[in-house]
T-cell receptor, first 112, second 114 residues
């Protein structure tokens, strides 16, 4: 699976949009981009995933560049409960049985 | 629909004892993954199982660790002769059919080895 690069940390003001970048320059055609988050001491929580089109759900939006080498997770209105480590994962679904390879992620702190 | 259940939530063992961690996947899910998170580190894949079969155990330590997912009952991660370095949070996740389906994680079992 392709590797990802994320900033180690970022702060966001409550009520503002949080834009979390992720680089995955070696992504291949059959690899999806997944985002999970882990709130302190809890199990990871699925947020969203996409292949090449932008995706939106009730939690977030995922913007994938046309060349698929990077993506941005957008939390439209950050709340204090969004403070967590956010993981961007590139995942092959054809030859790795769907297992997730977590990196260090981005520690997001939402401040009042 | 209940989520992924793990028990116990906290487990304390002395060095040399056995630890058994249980995971009940979401209803209808027959694919289970185990991950380990050492203190101050990221999550690492350990093993992937389907009902009664181990599919990928490339992340499992070679000795003392084993996993099963019987036809009936929860998936079990078993650690024999625990050592202090086994102290960690162990998370299991399940998914439905389709490898690109999202995985749903349980709350984890925090193992402390004294």
């Amino acid at each position: 699976d392709a590797k990802t690069t994320q900033p180690p940390s970022m702060d966001c003001a409550e009520g503002r949009a949080a834009n979390l970048p992720c680089n995955h320059s070696t992504i291949s055609g059959n690899e999806y981009v997944y985002w999970y988050r882990q709130i302190h001491s809890q199990g990871p929580q699925y947020i969203i995933h996409g292949l090449k089109n932008n995706e939106t759900n009730e939690m977030a939006s995922l913007i994938i560049t046309e060349d698929r080498k990077s993506s941005t997770l957008i939390l439209p209105h950050a709340t204090l409960r969004d403070t967590a480590v956010y993981y961007c994962i590139v995942r092959s679904t054809t030859d790795s049985w769907g297992k997730l390879q977590f990196g260090a992620g981005t520690q997001v702190v939402v401040t009042p | 629909n209940a989520g992924v259940m793990q028990n116990p939530r906290h487990l304390v063992r002395r060095r040399g004892q056995e630890a058994r961690l249980r995971c009940s996947p979401m209803k209808g899910h027959s694919h289970v993954y185990w991950y380990r998170q050492l203190p101050e580190e990221g999550l690492k894949f350990m093993v992937y199982l389907q009902k009664e079969n181990i599919i990928d155990e490339s992340g499992m330590p070679k000795e003392r660790f084993s996993a099963e997912f019987p036809k009936e009952g929860p998936s079990i991660l078993r650690i024999q002769q625990v050592v202090r370095g086994d102290s960690a949070a162990y998370f299991c996740a399940s998914r439905g059919q389709g490898a690109r389906n999202e995985q749903f994680f349980g709350p984890g079992t925090r193992l402390t080895v004294l």
